[in-house]
């Protein structure tokens, strides 16, 4: 029993950061609250003294927010609606999203380490690449019809190019050299390309899926124009349509706060595959 002790007594104590210790979170929370706040007070300050009647003050989208997602305010169509329509929206974000992902990585990977390969292909996705996704909405809804498909089709357009080009950029990042030092220790074939290429270009396939994620959620407003009736994007639609801007707001804000949680959630997924690398944590 006295050895174990010893050992702990003996092993050097972990560094209690900034970041990691309580202060350090309380201080990086008030940080990260000075903006939003202040974003805020001008709001609140821009539409009393402008006097205009199309934006609603902050308390107004606020009590919108809370009849979005509770009910008991104004009972009308989008009370107490917000989980039908958010996880109608998740579930095409997502969809869409895994779909990329399980195009644009191994695409990328490919492209990356093959000449031959993207003398083939790099031409004609740089003449795709730079066309509106919102372009594609009227062949969308010819090919798959109007509905959850078309939505599905646009968020995935939307998030392949990040995930692809981040892809091919992380793999001729590897210094070549990594491939010559696994070659001498005898790391061939599958094994080299799981050790040195797919370990050496993680960081960057993981810039690549925040950024798909980012677009999924952007471009699901624009998906959800081709007649769904459930989804954010559908509510934002209508909202406008009403001319209830509160309603509208109420809809960006509850995308980006979705958008904004999928985003830890692709980073805490980072960070523990890169624990071996801390400077490519996020």
């Not at 308390?59 to 989008?78: E, I, L, S």
């Not at 992902?101 to 003398?119: D, E, F, K, N």
């Not at 050790?195 to 959800?224: K, M, Q, Y």
Request: glycine residues 10%; charged residues 10%.
């Amino acid at each position: 029993m006295a050895e174990p002790a010893a050992a702990a007594a003996l092993a050097p104590a972990l560094p209690v950061t900034a970041q990691n210790s309580p202060a350090g979170w309380r201080g990086a929370t008030a940080l990260a609250l000075v903006v939003p706040v202040l974003l805020l007070l001008l709001w609140w300050a821009w539409v009393k003294w402008s006097g205009t009647m199309l934006i609603p003050l902050p308390q107004a989208v606020a009590v919108m927010m809370w009849d979005f997602t509770f009910g008991g305010v104004y009972d009308d169509a989008f009370s107490a609606t917000l989980l039908k329509h958010l996880s109608a929206s998740t579930g095409r974000v997502f969809f869409g999203f895994g779909l990329a992902a399980l195009a644009g990585i191994p695409l990328g990977l490919m492209l990356g380490r093959s000449q031959l390969l993207r003398m083939m292909l790099d031409p004609m996705l740089s003449l795709l690449r730079p066309i509106p996704v919102t372009a594609w909405l009227p062949l969308a809804m010819i090919f798959f019809g109007l509905g959850a498909n078309s939505a599905i089709f646009l968020v995935f357009l939307g998030a392949f190019y990040p995930i692809m080009l981040n892809t091919v950029f992380g793999v001729r990042s590897v210094d070549p050299r990594l491939f010559e030092a696994a070659a001498m220790l005898g790391c061939t074939g599958t094994a080299q390309f799981r050790s040195v290429t797919l370990r050496g270009a993680l960081p960057s396939i993981f810039n690549g899926l925040r950024l798909g994620l980012s677009f999924a959620w952007i471009l699901i407003v624009v998906g959800e124009m081709t007649g769904v009736q459930l989804g954010l994007g559908a509510v934002i639609m209508d909202a406008r349509t009403l001319s209830r801007t509160d309603l509208v707001i109420t809809g960006m804000i509850f995308i980006g706060i979705a958008g904004f949680l999928c985003d830890r959630v692709i980073v805490l997924i980072n960070n523990r595959l890169m624990r071996w690398s801390p400077q490519h944590h996020a």
